[in-house]
């Protein structure tokens, strides 16, 4: 006899694990589209889709540095750990009314705490290879993360206050008459610059700065290195699909099946933020903590204290 509970948990792994490897790989490719048409340098579309395979190719036969006395069980668990709380994020993500992996009525909780979790992860890459450069920008992310929890918890229950409920299929039933795009303007633009930074991209990309040589990954090379930029972009991934089904209404869509929808409006998303990186330049880290503070919390308290009243 199969076993029903292991086959669907089965095919829940593979989903995650695909949906986390595409949309690296998508990250990736849209860094170079998006990178050439920027600078003015617009290649074919062939050379975008087989550049991240080529540089991956290189990093894996690059032989490894080494720093003196660093962690190595650390170093070594910090990119595992943040492709894991990447995919425990993309787990709560319903791709159709039949199918979520783990449609736990806490889901929106669940990413909140992936969010706060990928401080370690990312504070102990900077951290365990016993480098200056690694551990200032470790020091420094955690420093910005304090920010981002706090805009993300209340844009997070904001969303949650229409559907009455954490659970983000029932977040995506709620929206059949209207996204929350709609009802919250503030919410989405929020929501992205949160996710941004979390996984340090574009103009939040302060923990892997070039006025610190690289930052939290100054000493990573190699195989260490591949992986960490594929955690990154699974990271981005998995915030991007949860945009889409907090904002933009999931599977709901005419015509296409639910898991089409979900993957077009995360694919949008996606091409937002890494366009962000490419059009926006970095501020100051005193200058994004004060921004964060005085402009973007006390916008988030709005946008949580309008979607309360409307609800």
């Known amino acids: 006899m199969v076993d029903v509970a292991h086959v669907s948990t089965l095919v829940g792994v593979l989903t995650v694990g695909t949906s986390l490897v595409l949309g690296a790989y998508v990250v990736a490719v849209l860094d170079e589209v998006i990178g050439?048409?920027?600078?003015?340098?617009?290649?074919?579309?062939?050379?975008?889709?087989?550049?991240p395979w080529r540089r991956g190719a290189i990093l894996l036969t690059q032989q490894r540095l080494a720093t003196e006395r660093p962690d190595a069980t650390t170093w070594a668990i910090a990119p595992a750990t943040y492709t894991a709380l990447a995919a425990a994020a993309l787990t709560v993500v319903p791709l159709s009314p039949s199918f979520v992996v783990a449609d736990v009525r806490a889901g929106i909780v669940l990413y909140g705490a992936a969010e706060v979790l990928a401080m370690i992860a990312i504070f102990l890459n900077g951290w365990s290879p016993n480098s200056v450069f690694g551990l200032v920008g470790g020091y420094r992310f955690v420093a910005l993360a304090v920010s981002y929890t706090l805009l993300s918890m209340f844009v997070l229950i904001a969303v949650a206050l229409p559907a009455e409920s954490l659970q983000m299929s029932e977040i995506v039933r709620a929206q059949q008459g209207l996204w929350n795009v709609v009802r919250q303007p503030l919410g989405l633009p929020l929501f992205l610059v949160v996710a941004s930074g979390i996984a340090f991209w574009g103009p939040l990309n302060l923990?892997?700065?070039?006025?610190?040589?690289?930052?939290?990954?100054?000493?990573?090379?190699?195989?260490?290195?591949?992986?960490?930029?594929?955690?990154?972009?699974?990271?981005?991934?998995?915030?991007?699909?949860?945009?889409?089904?907090?904002?933009?209404?999931?599977?709901?869509?005419?015509?296409?099946?639910?898991?089409?929808?979900?993957?077009?409006?995360?694919?949008?998303?996606?091409?937002?933020?890494?366009?962000?990186?490419?059009?926006?330049?970095?501020?100051?880290?005193?200058?994004?903590?004060?921004?964060?503070?005085?402009?973007?919390?006390?916008?988030?308290?709005?946008?949580l204290a309008l979607a309360g009243l409307v609800a």
């Open 36 to 51: 050439a048409r920027v600078g003015g340098d617009g290649g074919p579309i062939t050379t975008a889709l087989v550049t």
């Open 207 to 303: 923990a892997d700065a070039s006025d610190l040589a690289g930052g939290s990954s100054a000493e990573a090379s190699g195989s260490h290195l591949l992986v960490w930029k594929v955690a990154r972009g699974a990271m981005l991934t998995a915030g991007s699909a949860v945009g889409a089904t907090a904002f933009l209404g999931g599977w709901l869509g005419p015509w296409l099946p639910g898991p089409v929808w979900v993957a077009l409006k995360t694919s949008v998303l996606l091409a937002v933020l890494v366009a962000s990186g490419h059009l926006l330049g970095r501020m100051r880290v005193e200058r994004v903590v004060t921004v964060f503070w005085t402009v973007l919390l006390p916008l988030a308290f709005l946008d």
